[in-house]
């Protein structure tokens, strides 16, 4: 516990005793800036709830004075407690910001973990917890509030007033049974401002101020729907559902179906059976385009039901919040933050996609969310339930380690066959003899055939832009970003080149800026090439392209999967946004134009990525009367990955994968800590990784089982001007690698613009 400093360090112990008394102290976490706990005596002002909303209690925020300055800083109160101190010693509690607590009791516990788990400030945490929209009071304004005293009310008859609208005011005032505005008070009697201002000067009424809602929040509407029949399969999940729920006991369960197997339908019939006991649910996916669709299912079942994701504004945000504080709200649906809605009852969490990368935060605090609803899962004694077609080998190892239950559902909805897979090896001429595009000639015919009948068609390839690369073949030069040393990409809409990495982007060259020649080639496949060569290939029908450079716009996620749900889109390509969570009957082909864009990085789960991608998005296909197949473009038809996911076998993809990982120590065999050293000088930055590898090297001197890889090159070496240089942790179990860390990082000065970024259960090793 940090203390602040006394002016009478060598003061006797018989003065210290007597300087001591018993006071209300708080202990406040700053929000940014230093580490530690704090402590500040509770001035008597702030420690009664009866003078007023403002008063402190643990999971307010408070501005304290910090340091020698006594500056006005921010900071989060994580305790209360009556000791006995010297309260000369301490400063003051400047001010309580918040009308109502931001964070429980339990919040604060598992923001507390999170610090500890994750390495990372406690301040950190709990500003990632608090929505930014919650902590700037968004979409509130301060009024001036006024009412009667009683000591006034109880002579209001005996007193002689200077004119008639005050009279007038002040009894209005006094009979409306609630506190008016100046404004709403004047317009209410029909007097100006004037008379009140001198009722105020005389004490006749008192004014406090208040934050209060600028409006209300405008819920999509969707049309009601009842609970469909289970078969029973769905039946024995959500049996099993129902018994964790009436257990009273923390439970992970593990939801693992195939495509279109319906989860969704025994995640909605199990929160109803929540909402029936009177408590909430939090539902959290992975993606924000998943969310509409989401949504409007959820809100055919219930009553309430409550969205956070980031693409909202902070007003938004705000009072979706407050909704879910007030206990108006049965269900949370939202991307990975949601897992710390204050929900005040909350009876079940359920990850769908909970394979997805996007659970886990790229930014400090480093976390996962799908471990985080665990622990939340534990603390409240409640189910956690983790649906996927294609589980994370993390979780699907708890399963056979029965840590976690797993259900199953192993055939579609109404027994509907899953679709057929085929593999197109591009390294044969005969399927690209006569295609000098991304369509090889099999998925041509394919498509052909599809739309022919009707159907509608899917494809993907994870990659945007036009080209992915520019270069000069007469002297090898090539376009790269200035600041990341990475190919830039051109996208032709904006005739432009630009860094998917840090968005810096220069014009396209018309010569090679070396040795100037005219022949620069634009080489590599994005997905707006791709959608020229569908616009060519298949001019008479409709095509619409979903990436993160064409949905920028609010809505238009939804209003593409709308027009395509109804039809009006005859082929739909796009990246991994589209390979998930869409359900439509009448999509007979899926085509990957390349399933090898992510195959050969250098990261462990390429292979468990790849697998994800092409199982997910092959069940796109086949939901309907019609049938569906697929169509898998690949250069490496014999990986492991590629041949599993043909198969629809996740069992032999996760049993061959594990049996890779064990013998490496990969997770889930073992845990990882990620260090990246960055900085503007690579020398620099190569010196400071090579002196904390050292000092990590002599911290687990001795201990057995302990990996220290590096410092190497990260595998983008240069990113937004910063050269990268990473060390890996790897041992059987995660503590002393944190305490190794903690050990080796504590105290320990980086030279000034480097960065040390430590990642607890990496997931993005790049």
């Known amino acids: 516990m940090s203390k602040q400093q006394s002016l009478f360090d060598d003061a006797p112990a018989e003065w210290e005793l007597d300087a001591q008394s018993q006071r209300l102290v708080a202990t406040v976490v700053l929000g940014e800036g230093a580490t530690g706990e704090y402590d500040y005596l509770v001035p008597e002002a702030l420690s009664d709830r009866e003078r007023g909303e403002y008063f402190l209690e643990v999971g307010r925020r408070v501005r304290v004075p910090f340091g020698r300055s006594n500056r006005k800083v921010v900071g989060y109160c994580v305790a209360l407690e009556t000791k006995l101190v010297d309260a000369a010693r301490l400063k003051s509690v400047a001010e309580v910001i918040d009308a109502h607590a931001l964070l429980s009791p339990a919040m604060l516990r598992l923001t507390r973990w999170m610090a500890d788990y994750y390495l990372c400030k406690w301040g950190e945490v709990l500003e990632a917890v608090v929505p930014a929209g919650v902590r700037l009071l968004a979409g509130t304004r301060k009024v001036t509030l006024l009412a009667v005293p009683e000591d006034v009310r109880e002579t209001m008859g005996q007193l002689k007033l200077g004119s008639p609208q005050q009279r007038k005011a002040l009894d209005y005032l006094a009979g409306c049974g609630r506190t008016l505005t100046t ?5 209410a009697v029909g007097c100006t401002a004037g008379p009140i201002k001198q009722l105020l000067k005389k004490g006749l009424i008192e004014s406090h101020e ?11 509407t969707a049309e009601r729907e009842s609970p469909l029949v289970l078969n029973e399969d769905q039946q024995r999940a959500f049996d099993a559902i129902n018994a964790a729920l009436e257990s009273g006991e923390a439970r992970g369960m593990v939801l693992f179906g195939v495509t279109g197997s319906g989860k969704t339908e025994v995640y909605l019939q199990a929160i109803e059976r929540v909402v029936g006991y009177g408590r909430q649910a939090i539902v959290l996916v992975p993606e924000i385009s998943l969310t509409p669709q989401t949504v409007r299912r959820f809100r055919a079942r219930f009553d309430g039901v409550a969205v956070l994701h980031s693409h909202q504004s902070h007003v938004e945000r705000h009072r979706e919040w407050q909704r879910i504080a007030r206990g108006e709200v049965q269900v949370v649906v939202g991307a990975r933050s949601a897992v710390f809605a204050p929900t005040p009852n909350l009876g079940l969490i359920v990850v769908d996609e909970e394979h997805e990368s996007s659970f886990k935060q790229d930014s400090s605090p480093r976390y996962h969310a799908r471990d985080v609803a665990w622990q939340r899962a534990q603390a409240e004694e409640i189910p956690l339930v983790l649906g996927s077609a294609t589980p994370s080998l993390e979780s699907w190892y708890k399963t056979e380690q029965s840590e976690f239950a797993r259900l199953d559902l192993p055939s579609r909805v109404s027994n509907r066959p899953l679709p057929d897979v085929v593999t197109v090896d591009l390294r044969d001429s005969a399927h690209t003899k006569f295609s000098r595009g991304a369509i090889s000639r099999p998925l041509h015919q394919a498509m052909v055939a599809a739309l022919r009948d009707q159907g509608q068609v899917i494809l993907l390839l994870n990659r945007r832009g036009f080209s992915t690369h520019v270069q000069c073949p007469a002297c090898g030069y090539v376009a790269e970003c200035p600041a990341c040393e990475m190919s830039l990409t051109f996208h032709r809409q904006e005739s432009i080149l630009r860094c998917h990495y840090c968005d810096y982007h220069e014009p396209p060259p018309v010569n090679c800026p070396d040795c100037k020649s005219p022949a620069i080639r634009y080489g590599g496949m994005g997905t707006q090439k791709l959608e020229a060569e569908v616009l060519a290939r298949f001019p008479e029908h409709t095509c619409e392209r ?47 134009i390349n399933a090898d864009t992510a ?4 990261d462990f789960r390429a292979g468990e990525r790849t697998f994800q991608l092409v199982a997910q998005v092959a069940g796109r296909t086949g939901r309907g009367e019609k049938g569906g197949r697929v169509l898998v473009q690949t250069l490496s038809p014999e990986h492991m990955a590629i041949r599993a996911a043909v198969r629809h076998d996740f069992e032999m993809f996760a049993e061959e994968d594990l049996t890779t990982r064990r013998q490496l120590g990969y997770p889930p065999f073992g845990s990882m800590i990620r260090i990246l050293v960055r900085g503007p000088a690579e020398e620099t930055a190569r010196a400071v990784a090579e002196g904390l590898a050292e000092r990590l090297k002599r911290e687990v001197t001795g201990e057995e089982g302990i990996r220290i890889m590096g410092p190497a090159a990260a595998a983008i070496p240069k990113l937004r001007d910063h050269y990268r240089f990473q060390i890996q942790l790897q041992a059987p179990t995660l503590d002393p690698l944190r305490s190794a860390v903690q050990r080796a990082t504590t105290r320990w000065k980086v030279p000034d ?10 997931w993005d090793m790049m």
Do not use: C, W, Y
């Open 210 to 220: 208040k934050r209060v809602r600028s409006g209300e929040f405008d819920e999509i």
């Open 546 to 592: 979903m990436d993160t450079d064409s949905m920028r716009k609010a809505g238009s996620h939804q209003q593409v999967l709308d027009r395509f749900s109804k039809g009006e889109i005859d082929i739909l390509l796009g990246t991994q946004m589209i390979a998930k969570g869409l359900d439509f009957p009448n999509v007979t082909l899926v085509g990957v």
């Open 183 to 187: 404004a709403q008070l004047a317009d």
């Open 599 to 602: 195959l050969h990085l250098p």
């Open 753 to 762: 613009g480097v960065f040390l970024a430590v990642d607890v259960d990496p």
